[in-house]
């Protein structure tokens, strides 16, 4: 993975001693709130609703086992025991003291991490597949340009103040597993006729209060323009985007209103001026950034089939995980796999200082030091034996981790919600607490087959809800939670925007539903390989419809 | 009725006003307004320690009375008095000598 040099070293050592000043100077009253907030906010620190938090950025999803342990440490020391992994592959305290943090941004940098723009309108954290560099089916590794991208937007001058936040996510496949489509920019690497690396570049997609599909705006753009190109699109935005009102400043709204191809149009205009300039990609850096992403030699490991097939035989448990939470890798010796922070009646993406201490030590001995964190709230061991998949199954149970149900209806990702945050309107953590509970046998879980149930406790749709093929909105109506309910949606290469269905359900009538909705799609599917969301795209919502509304249904 | 409400700012943690004991994370002793006047005095108070530097996001909110005990209205301000929701053991206000309102 990539390793800081001594300008990163400096910069965020530079960095922690400003934030640290600042900090100071706010607890002796030097400065005000007001002067404060837009200062703590640029280093990752929010205030919620019952404490700080601490946004601590965790590039392309990429963690080795040190970063790991110092996560736990500061779980441990300066707050409650556990850290939040975010659908932003970040990771997020919930309880540290202000006068704490400068102490915590000093561990963090010793393993070369930080909080910087994990908030504000600046580039956030970039995105990838966090099965880059493992998955059967990729092109090249995404997180070289990710790298590219976050050392090129790091305290970018131009880009700092932008109109509104701005997210980049890349794969390296044509199956999209980092949801680009519902970016700002999204970037696909493919290849071109001649064999050439490029990305197909999407633009405006978001999620929000107004849902947008991305649009793609260019088919192969070369990797040397990467920088150039990205240059462009930010100063059409930059200089076009609205500042006057905050729900219309994301480039989606620019991009809708301005219509894809007038919008391309400008920024093929502003790229012809900057292409040949100093932003133009050597192939000798680009080279040496992707060698520190060089995956780990994978020594042949042929006994992986046999080990596999005595150890499902010994014991049905490590068969289902097997089956649910462990990936085709490219090396046919290795595989991937996904521990579940899902466990039945647990809060998604909620890991305690313990378990991942366990999971460093397990990623040292058996996973090449990799780890990663998916935006579905999880975390991967990208590289592991096939032939050593038995022991890390065990050592995942010692910690609670070995929950079968990656891809399936309690693999549910839920934002922290109003038992969090400032900006919530409803709970999301105890419906999706509810929901796991009400399906946790695991072979109706496996009966009822993938299925992306994603909660939100606002429009704001951290919880990614209208991308879910069961999506959850909540809501303040009167005072009270309720819950929006949308179908169809989907973040992968086939993106779709849920759709609402209806009227919405209060707390205590919220997991009925859904389970109605899942016996409604059990009773219509064409057979056990139909999923959902392609029962959903074949029936349409009627059925849905009459299901959880009856005859208030015809009436409407 | 109203209650003053803010986040400390050395450690974030929820506090309420109380005339008795000044910013306190203890919800039980919290200062009533029950009229304009009470209630300008809270806010006044929430400015002045705002001001100070001794808490932050001062805010008045609304409670009522029921069965005795007084309660927030808003479920937010719920969750902000008891703490996360779906914490068996939850947050800083669990402490031993805190009393849950509601």
């Known amino acids: 993975m990539y390793r800081y040099d001594e300008f990163d070293h400096a910069f ?23 002067q404060f907030k837009p200062l703590r906010l640029m280093n990752g620190v929010y205030l919620q609703l019952h404490a700080y938090m601490l946004r601590v950025a965790i590039p392309y999803g990429t963690l080795n086992a040190a970063q790991l342990r110092i996560l736990a440490h500061i779980a441990r020391k300066y707050d409650k025991g556990y850290g939040h992994f975010t659908t932003r592959q970040n990771i997020q305290f919930n309880w540290p003291a202000l006068s704490d943090i400068p102490a915590i941004l000093t561990d963090l940098a010793s393993v070369e991490m930080h909080a910087i723009q994990t908030s504000g309108n600046c580039i956030r954290n970039v995105t990838a597949d966090h099965l880059a560099g493992a998955a059967a089916d990729e092109i090249a590794d995404p997180r070289p ?11 970018h001058p131009e880009f700092t103040y932008l109109p509104r936040k701005f997210k980049i996510a890349v794969t390296g496949a044509a199956r999209d597993r980092a949801a680009i489509q519902v970016h700002d920019i999204g970037l696909q690497l493919t290849k071109n006729e001649s064999g050439e690396l490029g990305f197909s570049v999407y633009v405006g997609g978001g999620q929000g209060r107004t849902p947008i599909i991305a649009k793609k705006i260019k088919d192969f753009l070369p990797e040397r ?23 219309k400043a994301r480039i989606k709204i620019l991009v809708h209103e301005t219509g894809a191809e007038e919008f391309a149009r400008q920024v093929e205009a502003e790229w012809a001026e900057i292409r040949a300039g100093e932003l133009k990609l050597p192939d000798a850096d680009i080279r040496a950034i992707e060698r520190y992403f060089a995956p780990p030699s994978l020594p042949a490991r042929p006994d992986g089939d046999s080990a596999v097939k005595q150890a499902r035989l010994d014991s049905r448990p490590f068969g289902a995980w097997l089956d649910q939470n462990v990936t085709t890798h490219r090396d046919p010796d290795y595989a991937a796999v996904t521990i579940s922070l899902k466990g039945i009646g647990e809060v998604p993406g909620d890991m305690t200082d313990s378990q991942m201490e366990a999971v460093a030590d397990i990623a040292e001995r058996y996973g090449f030091n990799e780890i990663r964190v998916s935006h579905e709230q999880n975390l991967i061991l990208p590289h592991v034996a096939r032939a050593d998949l038995k022991s890390v199954y065990d050592a995942l149970v010692e910690i609670r981790l070995e929950t079968p149900n990656s891809n399936l209806i309690t693999d549910i990702i839920a934002c922290p919600g109003l038992d969090y945050c400032a900006l919530a309107n409803a709970r999301s953590i105890p419906v999706a607490q509810d929901i796991s509970r009400r399906f946790a046998d695991l072979e109706r879980q496996r009966d009822i087959g993938e299925l992306k149930l994603k909660i939100s406790g606002c429009i704001n749709a951290c919880g990614h809800h209208h991308v879910g093929h069961i999506g959850i909105l909540g809501v303040e109506k009167k005072g009270a939670e309720l819950y929006q309910v949308t179908l169809g949606g989907s973040g992968d290469e086939n993106t779709s925007i849920g759709d609402i269905i209806g009227r919405g359900f209060a707390p205590d009538e919220i997991t009925d539903a859904i389970e109605t909705i ?35 249904a015809k009436a409407a | 009725m109203k209650v003053l409400t803010a986040n400390r700012l050395t450690d974030g943690a929820v506090v309420w006003y109380g005339a008795d004991h000044g910013w306190s994370e203890a919800f039980e002793s919290v200062s009533l307004a029950s009229n304009a006047d009470e209630t300008a005095n809270l806010e006044a108070i929430g400015k002045a320690a705002c001001a100070n530097n ?9 409670v009522s009375r029921i069965e005795g005990a007084i309660v927030p209205n808003r479920l937010r301000e719920r969750i902000r008095a008891n703490g996360p929701s779906n914490l068996t053991e939850p947050g800083k206000q669990a402490s031993a000598d805190f009393r849950r309102p509601g």
Do not use: C
């Open chain 1, 12 to 34: 965020v050592k530079a960095r922690v001693a400003e934030f640290t000043d600042q900090v100071d100077r706010r607890m002796a009253g030097e400065i005000t709130e007001d």
């Open chain 1, 225 to 247: 323009d990467l920088l150039s190109y990205t240059t462009a699109i930010m100063r059409v935005y930059n200089l076009h985007g609205r500042r006057d009102n905050k729900y």
């Open chain 2, 54 to 62: 001794e808490v932050v996001d001062a805010d008045l909110i609304d």
């Open chain 1, 518 to 552: 899942v016996d409604t799609y059990l009773g219509l599917r064409l057979d056990r390989d139909e999923r959902f969301i392609d029962a959903y795209r074949r029936v349409g919502p009627a059925a849905f419809k009459q299901a959880l509304y009856g005859s208030e």
């Open chain 1, 145 to 155: 340009y990710a790298e590219i991208l976050r050392q090129w937007s790091t305290v």
